[in-house]
């Protein structure tokens, strides 16, 4: 790994201009393209102390060698500039959406003598209408179906046009009525050209004024009794209208826009698009990206914008469908800074794009649906990459070979930390099998054995009391033979300071509400599960070497060693072993990183989850919530009917007998234990200074309690 001070420019080479960089590594491969306002500001930021940098940025600057840099006019110069250069160089640490699959669309050939309708995939073509992306090909032949019934327009290949060319006789469409037959010459190339023209109008969503005229057609042929030629009108009229309803009304108003939305995690984003013309959805397409450089929601949408439309040259022939630039793009954040985004779409579309976020109306309530779609989208990926049986197997041999490991790792467990300034101090352990999550195997824990912030220790206590219930279950089922040398294993399974009480708190069942059943091997004595009856064959800590060191102490006071332990850093994605100098670094795209990532995300998010609900319930207790013999219904009839606590402080045992429910017992009982919880003063909010009214619910920032002239809280 490159040092970042061995290739930092001097001061006063950058200029402070527009401009787009490039970062090279020791091959001279361009390894990360950007663009800035000012080159000067922008690239200092990457030469700071390495350990303020997002991690993504961070192992970038340690990849690369090099940084070079090209000055432009302005920013608009600068954001076409970045795009080729990332589409030229394809740089492995810029966000880059690819295609979940490749979208067919449905395209008109303007560019050739008879203009052909057919599904076309790929970059788009100069002269060529589009019109979609679909998400299915035979969507597309269901509508072209229905329309040549009105709008003849060819839809062979150019061999099959050649061969009936010369044969003199027209395909089987030219028989049925579904083609105009041009290659026998019973329609001139012009009037083809306006029978192409007319069906991608409708296309585009030009639909009103084209079905009045049919209609107006109709009428008169039926006043002039040509009834064969009205009835045919009449069924030309009804397939327009069936191709019609397969593309519903989203927007009353017949807007023009796409709309663009994004459901994006730690690893990951995915994009999805509505093409919206005329008012109704007329294609959708959808990308997932893997988030290789530190970038938000704005910078995604900048990402996807440039996917989207940079190719774009605003022909009206290529734009006049549901592809190109349109009037309107509906984004959930917008780029920073805005104005250089609009107007290169601008360019692109050759007027004005109005670039916004939807704030109220049908188009928020769309923008939502397409949010939703993004949110299945990524989900639907992740659960495709984690069920395959192939990449999960590939991905537990990988860590094997990494971490030097006899067999590939089928029981993961995972530990993490979490508290608030050192308040609520939790843990979690999540469990994976075969590479997916067995949530009814997942457990948490309170840290018991001290108070305060010390994620080392905590770690140790935690690896301790699993270890010790698992060396306890062996020992109950005779699994165990103890022995005098077995020294700390036996100790350990015989209790000690950790070995009382229970080593967990709660489990999260499969609806991780804790409700439903516990799967797990089933104590024959009891019935019930056995908590920690099965080891696995590898720990992992959401940490760096310290709480590597730590876990591996805990386990070999125990006597435990046969159980691999890493820990991942979340800074750099480092993977760090025991009494290793360096880390383990596993390459990005490798599936065992990716499987060790969900790991430490998923006991990231148990501990988290955990932590917040312990903080929840303290904050929501209060001075009645002591009062024995008081449940939550009355609590909340007591602070109904005085409105506070304090009232309900001041009120007298006859007052508070009035109250429904509320016997002379139980109001005697709350007047006592009020007056014992009465404190000496106001509470103050140390955050904000403010004086906290007396409530049953305790404020959310911290709370200091006046002293007594001793120093001591009342």
């Known amino acids: 790994m490159a040092d970042p001070s061995s290739y930092r420019p001097k001061p006063g080479e950058i200029p402070d201009s527009p401009g787009v960089y490039k970062f090279r590594d020791e091959h001279r491969r361009v390894i990360y393209v950007g663009k800035a306002k000012s080159l000067r500001q922008r690239l200092s930021s990457y030469f700071q102390d390495i350990t303020h940098l997002h991690h993504r940025t961070a192992t970038m600057v340690t990849t690369a060698a090099s940084v070079e840099w090209t000055v432009v006019s302005t920013e608009v110069e600068a954001l076409q500039l970045e795009y080729s250069w990332i589409k030229e160089f394809d740089p492995r640490f810029n966000v880059k959406y690819r295609d979940d699959k490749s979208y067919p669309s449905l395209a008109v050939t303007m560019n050739e003598e008879f203009p052909r309708v057919q599904v076309m995939r790929g970059p788009k073509r100069r002269g060529v209408r589009y019109f979609g992306p679909y998400a299915h090909a035979w969507a597309i032949r269901e509508t072209v179906d229905l329309l040549l019934r009105v709008f003849p327009v060819r839809t062979c290949s150019a061999g099959v046009f050649k061969r009936s060319a010369q044969i003199g006789r027209p395909c089987l469409l030219g028989y049925i009525g579904k083609c105009s037959a041009p290659c026998v010459g019973r329609i001139s190339p012009q009037d083809h050209r306006e029978l192409a023209e007319e069906f991608s109008d409708f296309m585009a969503g030009h639909t009103g004024t084209y079905l009045r005229r049919l209609e107006q057609r109709m009428k008169d042929a039926a006043a002039a009794m040509e009834y064969e030629q009205a009835a045919r009108l009449r069924d030309d009229i009804e397939a327009l209208r069936r191709a019609m309803e397969k593309n519903a009304v989203v927007l009353a108003d017949a807007t023009d826009a796409d709309l663009i939305a994004v459901a ?371 609590r909340q009839a007591l602070l109904k009917h005085f409105g506070s606590l304090k009232r309900l402080r001041a009120a007298t045992v006859a007052e508070i007998c009035e109250v429904p429910g509320i016997g002379r017992v139980t109001a005697e009982t709350v007047v006592a234990t009020l007056a014992a919880a009465a404190p000496g003063g106001p509470a103050v909010n140390t955050a904000t200074g403010e004086i906290i009214e007396d409530s049953d619910v305790r404020p959310a920032g911290p709370v200091e309690e006046p002293s007594d002239h001793r120093g001591k809280s009342r």
């Open 264 to 634: 994006e995690d730690e690893l990951e984003a995915a994009v999805q698009i509505f093409h919206v013309r005329g008012g109704r959805v007329r294609g959708q397409r959808g990308w997932v990206t893997d988030k290789v450089e530190a970038v938000d929601t704005a910078g995604l949408v900048e990402h996807a914008l440039q996917q989207l439309y940079g190719d774009e040259l605003g022909d009206a022939e290529q734009s006049g469908g549901s592809g190109g630039v349109p009037k309107e793009v509906l984004v959930p954040a917008l780029p920073e800074p805005t104005e250089p985004v609009a107007q290169w779409l601008a360019e692109r579309r050759g007027s004005h794009v109005s670039l916004r976020v939807p704030q109220r109306g049908d188009k928020k309530d769309l923008m939502a649906t397409v949010q939703r779609n993004a949110q299945q989208a990524l989900a639907l990926h992740k659960t495709k990459r984690a069920s395959d049986l192939t990449t999960r197997s590939r991905a537990l041999e990988e860590i094997a070979t990494a971490l030097d490991l006899d067999t590939a790792p089928l029981r993961i467990e995972c530990y993490d930390i979490s508290h608030l300034q050192g308040d609520d101090v939790v843990a979690s352990m999540v469990v994976f099998e075969d590479g997916l999550a067995r949530k009814s195997e997942y457990r948490r824990f309170q840290i018991k054995t001290f108070a305060g912030q010390d994620d080392v220790r905590s770690m140790h206590e935690v690896i301790t009391r699993r270890f010790r219930r698992y060396l306890q279950e062996k020992q109950r089922t005779s699994e165990w033979e103890e022995h005098e040398e077995d020294g700390p294993a036996a100790a350990a399974a015989g209790g000690g300071p950790l070995g009382d009480g229970p080593a967990f708190e709660g489990a999260e069942a499969a609806d991780e509400g804790g409700s439903g059943p516990v799967d797990g091997p089933i104590d024959p004595d009891t019935g019930r599960p056995r908590k920690f009856a099965y080891p696995p064959q590898l720990v992992v800590v959401d940490g760096g070497r310290p709480q590597v060191a730590a876990a591996s102490r805990a386990l070999a006071e125990l006597g435990i060693d046969d159980v691999a332990v890493c820990g991942l850093a979340k800074r750099l994605e480092e993977v760090w072993l025991p009494g290793e100098d360096d880390p383990v670094i596993l390459p990005r795209t490798s599936e065992g990183l990716y499987l060790l990532q969900r790991v430490r995300d998923e006991a990231h998010r148990f501990a988290i989850a955990y932590q917040r609900s312990k903080r929840s319930k303290s904050m929501k207790a209060g001075a009645l919530d002591t009062v024995p013999g008081l449940g939550a219904t009355r």
